[in-house]
């Protein structure tokens, strides 16, 4: 029974078919109609006979009657049609149901059901969206946060009356907001959940940014229906959802003070002021909208016309252990990556990117296969790493044309970084044939370009059929970027930031670096600077052995620009800035890192209103994968008091020695502090807490972490406690 036959039956339990047999030897029937107002009548008598078994025939969307409304109308058949043919399209043509694992292009897509791993989101209010373009761990601070599961992005605020409308989920590169997308999606159209939604519309800001000419709303929807549907979008009876994935890819003018404004879905317009009207309510203001945003451009969406800010944080520890079990079918490999990985703070903390997990995975199998190498510590070595796999791999793959020409695969690479960087610098992810063929790449199927680059190039169709390319992953364009003006200096002493200009000094390189991305208003230049400095290192030009003449680096230059970027510190640039900078010196391995946060944290009162609680767990994220000893952690180096402590507990919980002595803490720090101790990733074996106010209720809160199986503390200190002359209860 198909979906509409369902309308006309009702299904129902065994009954007892009722007796319409009529009786009737020995009786007639009199009739007992009456003629009215000068009316005959033709009332024939039935007699003789039995009846059984009567059918009843009604007429469906018949007027008037009690039961008008048991049947559905004509209206309610069709979009019921249409909401099954969207699940459908989606379904088969959307690519719903699969991804491709990791980088891979070709032959290795997945069902998504089968290798999906959930990321953590919380929730924020809505209101001022601070901008964060890095990594931030997962760590969990002891500050309040709402866990939110994606399918129930939509349920309304406890205690809050107004539905929600517009959703702003953001996150960084990689961390898992379009693949929670797809989930969302997937399990719609599985019947799964979220089933009280009639009609969902997912849509890409790169496949919005083809479309030149003005549009409708429906016209941008005729994938999905007819203009002549529009009154199926107009009914409020009917839940629609328009998701909008990529906001940081839009190249739109979304001016949402002056654009006119527009309530009719079938005007055609500029698609800027049809997005800022279906944002803002003018345009279908029943329709609810989900936002996709790294950090850096979620700040284009007025906050007040957002309802629900949300944040993917990636992995949690159990979720990364889940996804490496799911990524490998043999357990004993995955125990043993998992085993390496844990083994690594800064890799583990790092795990908590979904992406990275995914090369890291790549990376980790191909060196055990190889039995040899050196595990990478560091974002550029990891990604250095990859590169060099994707080399080996194809060297295996083509051996060939490896003999005939052995500089083949450098001049794919660099052409593939020549593209990746010019495009970087426009912040532009999405290419034409065009801007391939200006930087010599063909990419005709079985030319060396799509033999070499597959693993780290899409070519895709759009929504509207508009051929187009990027790169698997921003950070990919980013790494390529950067390899890309590397080698560009080092074989042929050319800088292409400074359009071709020559270099006598291997500090302007990564100088001017740093500036073009202090300068950078949205960040798209940050993590190409990491890439760019940690390339300086010979450890990672090691790696590049193919794709360098001769290796080279000095380790006076390297200092020099890790002085310049501690200048750069100095100057006080926006958080996200002075963030992404001691990035760069971790990448260096400039061993002043720590202290040179310390000074940071204490270079103003008013830190605490500056930094977000984002730019508070970048920071940590920077201590945490730093290669500095974090063998003791002193809050006085850093703000004594209750906040800065539950800010960076992540690092006291890293750390082996915590002097917390005479830091003004008191009995509300008690309970994270407690948390930590009983925690099994805590590696604390001694505190001081002298010297603070922490009450009674404080120590007792404390006793209880002290007292859980898995504190492994060896050495309390507890002097100059102010506590009542009785001391806290026990229980």
């Known amino acids: 029974m198909d979906s509409k036959e369902r309308f006309f039956f009702k299904e129902a339990g065994p009954t007892k078919r009722p007796d319409l047999s009529i009786p009737t030897q020995g009786t007639s029937f009199q009739s007992t109609n ?3 107002d000068g009316s005959n009548v033709i009332s024939p008598t039935i007699s003789g006979s039995q009846i059984r078994d009567i059918n009843y025939y009604i007429s469906v969307g018949s007027k008037g009657g009690d039961d008008e409304d048991t049947f559905p109308n004509s209206e309610d058949i069709h979009v019921e049609d249409r909401h099954q043919k969207l699940k459908d399209y989606l379904k088969i043509n959307s690519k719903i149901t699969t991804i491709q ?3 891979a292009q070709h032959g290795n897509s997945k069902l998504l059901n089968d290798i999906y791993t959930a990321v953590y989101i919380t929730e924020g209010e809505s209101g001022e969206v601070n901008n964060e ?21 939509f349920r309304s605020i406890v205690g809050k009356d107004k539905p929600i409308r517009t959703v702003l989920t953001k996150g960084i590169a990689g961390i898992g907001k379009s693949v929670s997308l797809q989930k969302f999606v997937l399990d719609w159209v599985e019947g799964k959940a979220n089933q009280d939604i009639k009609f969902i519309f997912p849509l890409l800001f790169r496949d919005l940014n083809l479309m030149r000419e003005n549009k409708s709303l429906m016209d941008i929807l005729h994938p999905f229906l007819q203009t002549k549907e529009a009154g199926i979008l107009n009914n409020n009876e009917h839940k629609v959802l328009f998701i909008f994935d990529g906001l940081d890819e839009c190249r739109l003018p979304l001016d949402f003070q002056n654009n006119k404004i527009l309530s009719d879905i079938t005007e055609s317009t500029s698609l800027h002021v049809l997005l800022t009207n279906l944002i803002k309510g003018n345009l279908l203001p029943s329709a609810r909208i989900w936002i996709t945003s790294q950090s850096a451009a979620a700040n284009r969406i007025p906050p007040e016309f957002v309802d629900r800010v949300t944040e993917v944080r990636g992995f949690n520890d159990p979720q990364k252990e ?3 079990r799911k990524r490998f079918s043999d357990q004993k490999l995955a125990n043993r990556i998992i085993k390496h990985i844990k083994s690594i703070r800064s890799l583990y903390i790092m795990c908590h990117i979904p992406l990275f997990c995914w090369i890291l995975a790549t990376v980790l199998e191909r060196m055990n296969k190889m039995e040899s190498g050196e595990i990478p510590k560091t974002l550029t070595q990891m990604y250095t790493h990859f590169l060099n796999i994707q080399r080996m791999l194809r060297k295996r793959k083509y051996p060939g044309e490896n003999e005939r020409d052995p500089l083949w695969y450098k001049a794919s690479i660099m052409s593939l970084g020549k593209l990746a960087y010019q495009q970087l610098e426009k912040d532009h992810r999405t290419f034409f044939e065009e801007d391939l063929t200006e930087c010599g790449i063909d990419v005709r199927e079985g030319s060396i370009f799509s033999r070499v680059c597959s693993e780290m190039f899409n070519t895709e169709f759009g929504l509207y059929e508009s051929k187009t390319y990027q790169f698997v992953h921003l950070s990919i364009q980013e790494f390529l970027a950067a390899v890309y003006v590397f080698i560009s200096f080092k074989t042929s002493n050319e800088n292409p930031m400074l359009e071709g200009q020559h270099c006598s000094k291997g500090k302007d390189i990564y100088l001017s670096a740093v500036d073009k991305a202090v300068q950078s ?14 390339l300086s290192l010979k450890s990672n030009q090691d790696i590049l052995q193919g794709l360098l003449i001769e290796k080279t680096g000095s380790s006076q230059t390297n200092e020099k620009t890790a002085m310049y970027i501690k200048m750069k510190i100095k100057e006080k640039p926006s958080p996200e800035c002075c963030i992404n900078l001691f990035h760069c010196l971790n990448e260096l391995n400039d061993h002043s890192l720590q202290e040179e946060i310390q000074s940071y944290i204490r270079s103003g009162s008013s830190l605490f209103a500056r930094l977000s609680s984002a730019q508070w767990s970048a920071l940590v994220f920077v201590l945490l994968t730093s290669t500095d000893d974090l063998e003791v952690f002193d809050l006085k180096k850093y703000i004594r008091s209750d906040e800065c402590l539950l800010r960076l507990l992540p690092v006291v919980k890293a750390s ?16 994270a502090l407690a948390s930590a101790l009983s925690s099994k ?15 009674d209720s404080g120590v007792k809160t404390l006793c209880a972490g002290l007292g859980n199986p898995l504190n492994k503390l060896d050495t309390l200190k507890m002097s100059l406690f102010r506590l009542s002359q009785s001391g806290p209860e026990r229980e």
């Open 322 to 324: 889940e996804f490496f």
């Open 133 to 153: 373009h890095e990594v931030r761990p997962f760590e969990k601070t002891a500050l309040q946060e709402t866990p939110i599961l994606s399918n129930d992005i």
């Open 521 to 534: 208003e949205n960040g798209h230049l940050d993590l190409f600077l990491r890439f760019l400095l940690g």
């Open 656 to 671: 082996r020695t915590a002097l917390l002595n005479g830091c003004k803490l008191t009995w509300r720090c008690c309970e």
């Open 681 to 695: 990733f805590s590696s604390l074996r001694q505190l001081d807490l002298g010297n603070n106010d922490l009450q």
């Open 34 to 36: 009456t003629a009215q």
């Open 101 to 103: 694992e990791g980088l």
